[in-house]
C-alpha cells in the first residue's frame, strides 16, 4: 500500500526524547540493558517496553475510579445558610435547567464525553493492537492522536471546583468547599492521560508483514 | 553507533523519510499515519520574543487576580495560587498538587527552561545542562494546561454570575495571553532546538 521504509526495515531506531535517527544496535542487549541515544542520552527503544500491560493496567484503574468520580459529591455549596452536596452531573443538570446550555454542555464534554471516549477508544487501540489486527490502521492512528489531543481537558472541571471555592469564602454567610468526588476525577484524568502515553502508536502498524 | 542526520522517523508509526527542505510555515506530514512529522517554526529571534512575553504574562497572570465577586459589599478575589491552594485543604488536599503542576509550576518550566536553551542557542551555542533540559521540555508539555485553565476560570466566572457580582480581573486578561504564546512556543517543535543548535549549523535559526 505504501512504499516508505520503516524504521525496522532499515535496521534504524528514532530516539524519543530527541528525534535523532540512531543505527539499531539493540539486537545484543539483554533484558533489562539500555542503550542510550548519542545525542540526549534518552534509553532508545524500538516500542516503549511493556507497552500494552501498562497502558491496560492504568485504563483499568481509571475506569475503576471513574465510578467514585461520579457517585460522590465534587463540590459542597452553602448560599445564604441553604447548603448541599453537588456531583458533576447535577452540575450539568443544574446549568441546563437554568438555560445555561452552552456551558452545560462545555462541562458535559469535557468531564462525561471525553473521559468516556478516552476509555471507548484506548480499549479499542489496545485490544486492535495486541490481536496485530490490519483494519483501518490509518484511522486508528487518528484516532490515537484525537485522544492525546483532548484527553487533559478534562481537568476542567479540577480548576472550575479550585477557583469557585477560592472565591466564595464568607465564612457563615456562603461557602463553596470541594469534596472527595474531585480527587478521584483528577486521578481518573490523570490515569488516563498516562494510559495514553504508555501506549506506543506504532504498535498499530507492526504485523505488517516486514 | 552511526547517526543519519538526513532520515526523521514517524514517532507515531515508524515511517521513515529523508528530510527536506520546508518552507515557512509548513509542515510534514507521514504519508502512513498522517500524522505531523515536522514543522518549519518561528526563528529563533521570534522564539525567544515570545519567551519573554509569555515570562511577562505569566507573572501577571500569576501575581493578579484572575476574578473578582462581591457579596453583599464584601468583596472577594481569587488569584490562581489561591485557587490551587483552595483545593489543598481539607482530607482531599493532594488533588491540589496535579493543577498546582499543570497550570502553574509546568508552565513556569517551560518558559524558563526555554529561555535558557533559546538565549544559549541565539549566541550559536548549547546551553549548559542543554540535554536534560530538552528531554523535560519534551516530558512536560503535555502536563501544560494553561488553556483548560482558561475555559475552567471562564465557567467558574458564569456558575457563579446568577448568585453574585462577578467581574474578570487583570490575571484573566494575561491568562488568556500566556495560553496563546505557550501553545506557540512549547509545542511538539521543540526538538527542533537539536538541529539548530548542531555545531556547525546556521545560527540565525533559519530551518536547514
Redesign the interface.
Known amino acids: 500500500m505504501?512504499g516508505?521504509?520503516?524504521?525496522?526495515?532499515?535496521r534504524?531506531?528514532?530516539c524519543?526524547?530527541?528525534?535523532?535517527?540512531?543505527?539499531d544496535?539493540l539486537d545484543g542487549v539483554e533484558r533489562g540493558g539500555r542503550?542510550h541515544c548519542?545525542?540526549?542520552?534518552?534509553a532508545l527503544h524500538r516500542r516503549r517496553p511493556g507497552s500494552i500491560t501498562q497502558a491496560w493496567a492504568l485504563l483499568v484503574a481509571a475506569l475503576i475510579f471513574y465510578v467514585p468520580a461520579n457517585v460522590l459529591p465534587v463540590m459542597y455549596t452553602s448560599?445564604f445558610g441553604r447548603g448541599g452536596d453537588s456531583t458533576i452531573m447535577s452540575?450539568v443538570i443544574g446549568?441546563w435547567r437554568?438555560g445555561?446550555y452552552a456551558?452545560a454542555l462545555?462541562?458535559f464534554i469535557?468531564s462525561v464525553a471525553v473521559p468516556c471516549v478516552k476509555f471507548l477508544t484506548l480499549g479499542l487501540l489496545l485490544a486492535t493492537s495486541r490481536r496485530g489486527s490490519r483494519r483501518a490502521?490509518?484511522e486508528r492512528?487518528?484516532l490515537?492522536?484525537l485522544i492525546?489531543l483532548v484527553g487533559?481537558?478534562s481537568?476542567?472541571?479540577?480548576?472550575?471546583?479550585?477557583?469557585?471555592?477560592?472565591?466564595?469564602?464568607?465564612q457563615a454567610?456562603?461557602d463553596i468547599?470541594?469534596?472527595?468526588g474531585?480527587?478521584f476525577f483528577?486521578l481518573v484524568?490523570?490515569l488516563t492521560?498516562l494510559a495514553t502515553?504508555r501506549f506506543d502508536?506504532?504498535l498499530?502498524?507492526d504485523g505488517d508483514g516486514e | 553507533m552511526k547517526t543519519f542526520s538526513d532520515l526523521i522517523v514517524c514517532e507515531h508509526c515508524d515511517s521513515v523519510y529523508r528530510r527536506q527542505p520546508l518552507p515557512p510555515g509548513a509542515a510534514a506530514r507521514c504519508g502512513r499515519c498522517g500524522a505531523i512529522l515536522r514543522r518549519a517554526g518561528l526563528d529563533l529571534d521570534r522564539w525567544l520574543a515570545l519567551t519573554l512575553a509569555a515570562a511577562i504574562a505569566f507573572v501577571i497572570a500569576n501575581v493578579c487576580p484572575v476574578v473578582r465577586i462581591s457579596m453583599q459589599g464584601i468583596p472577594n478575589e481569587a488569584t490562581l495560587w489561591k485557587s490551587a491552594a483552595a483545593l489543598a485543604q481539607g482530607p482531599i488536599a493532594c488533588v491540589a498538587v496535579p493543577l498546582a503542576l499543570s497550570i502553574i509550576v509546568v508552565p513556569f518550566l517551560q518558559i524558563g527552561l526555554l529561555a535558557w536553551v533559546l538565549a544559549h542557542a541565539r549566541a550559536g551555542r548549547r546551553a549548559p545542562g542543554f540535554a536534560p533540559a530538552m528531554r523535560l521540555l519534551v516530558l512536560l508539555r503535555p502536563w501544560s494546561m494553561v488553556e483548560v485553565c482558561l475555559l475552567g476560570i471562564l465557567v467558574a466566572v458564569a456558575k457563579l454570575s446568577h448568585l453574585l457580582q462577578v467581574a474578570p480581573g487583570p490575571g484573566l486578561w494575561a491568562t488568556a495571553g500566556l495560553m496563546a504564546l505557550v501553545t506557540l512556543i512549547a509545542n511538539r517543535d521543540v526538538q527542533r532546538l537539536w538541529d539548530l543548535t548542531e555545531p556547525g549549523s546556521n545560527p540565525s535559526g533559519t530551518e536547514a
Open positions: 505504501n516508505t521504509p520503516r524504521a525496522s526495515q532499515l534504524v531506531v528514532g524519543h526524547a530527541c528525534g535523532l535517527v540512531c543505527e544496535t542503550v548519542p545525542r540526549c542520552g534518552a448560599l452540575g446549568f437554568g445555561s456551558i462545555v462541562i469535557a490502521r490509518r492512528a487518528g490515537y492522536r492525546e487533559y481537558w481537568m476542567l472541571d479540577v480548576v472550575v471546583v479550585a477557583v469557585v471555592s477560592a472565591l466564595v469564602k464568607f454567610l456562603s468547599e470541594p469534596r472527595i474531585i480527587l483528577g484524568v490523570i492521560m502515553m502508536p506504532r498499530i502498524w
